[in-house]
């Protein structure tokens, strides 16, 4: 057995934003995903996404930690989460009424990168 073999898939990442409410409006409201009720109270504020499969991103609030700025400009040469997505024109037209910048994929794919409220990169990838 290899030790990829073991690897069965990705469970959660985790992100840090200091305004959960922004953060939820971004990741609800714009990019269209569900929050999971069940997360428990661990001492600080959050919030479970789903983002299928079984796979969730945590946001975690936790103020000042991670600098804003002095990050890359484009998304894909700084650390990001890239998400598997079914119909990038239709994100495409939410992130535009939400007045959120995004630049394209450089390598040709169908793909857009833009960062959340907090600075955090995500990469969002067509695939159909």
């Known amino acids: 057995m290899s030790s990829t073999d073991n690897f069965l898939g990705i469970h959660h990442g985790s992100l840090i934003v200091e305004d959960l409410a922004q953060a939820l409006h971004f990741y609800v409201d714009v990019l269209g995903m569900a929050t999971d009720p069940q997360r428990p109270d661990l ?57 959120i910048a995004f630049t394209r994929s450089r390598s040709g794919r169908r793909a857009l990168f833009c960062r959340d409220p907090d600075g955090n990169g995500i990469e969002l990838i067509e695939s159909r």
Request: aromatic share 4%.
């Open 43 to 99: 001492g600080f504020p959050g919030a479970w996404l789903e983002v299928g499969a079984g796979q969730q991103i945590h946001l975690l609030v936790l103020a000042g930690v991670d600098p804003v700025e002095g990050r890359p400009a484009h998304v894909g040469r700084d650390r990001h989460l890239a998400l598997r997505i079914g119909d990038l024109d239709a994100l495409e037209q939410r992130l535009n009424r939400a007045g």
